[in-house]
């Protein structure tokens, strides 16, 4: 019995795929940015200070977020962001880091270490979180960056350290 031919059914063309990169205004985070701009990938970056984003400014395909993500009010307008523009992401990359207080542990405002661990991790996770239900629900990656202890250990660190430890 002979097959039955098939009607050829043409591709609508590659799906162009989103990565989120929380701290794009990073040196590591306008490096990446650029690098999946030139690979055809829609770019959602969130930055503190709109002075270390201007290269990214007006790109084509390139959507820029002021979020902080120490403040909670900031991640919620960002999450808000992402839904209303119906965004959904295939690649979120944290290049967050925080170093501050860099001081012995033990004469550290603990205050303020706890805030430097909060941004560095938990605030982070947070914001995976609440970004889980726009992901391509195919295949998401998530990635986060860490600095520091390359070259030997990182002395006076212990909150930023003990954050990407965590993380």
Known sequence: MPLKKRPLIRSPGPIKKTVILLSVSSDIGAHLAKKYLRRGFTVVGTYRTKAHVR???????????????GKRTDVD?????????????DVLISCVGHPLPVIP???CDFDEWEGSVGV????????????????NRKKADVVFFAGGGMNGSVVNFSAYTISKIML
């Open 77 to 89: 307008r960002f999450i808000r962001q992402v839904k209303n523009k119906k965004l959904v992401w």
């Open 55 to 69: 290269d990214l400014q007006g790109l084509p395909d390139c959507l820029l977020f002021k979020c902080d993500l």
């Open 105 to 107: 542990f033990f004469d």
């Open 120 to 135: 560095n991790a938990i605030e982070q996770l947070r914001a995976l979180h609440m970004l889980h239900p726009y992901r």
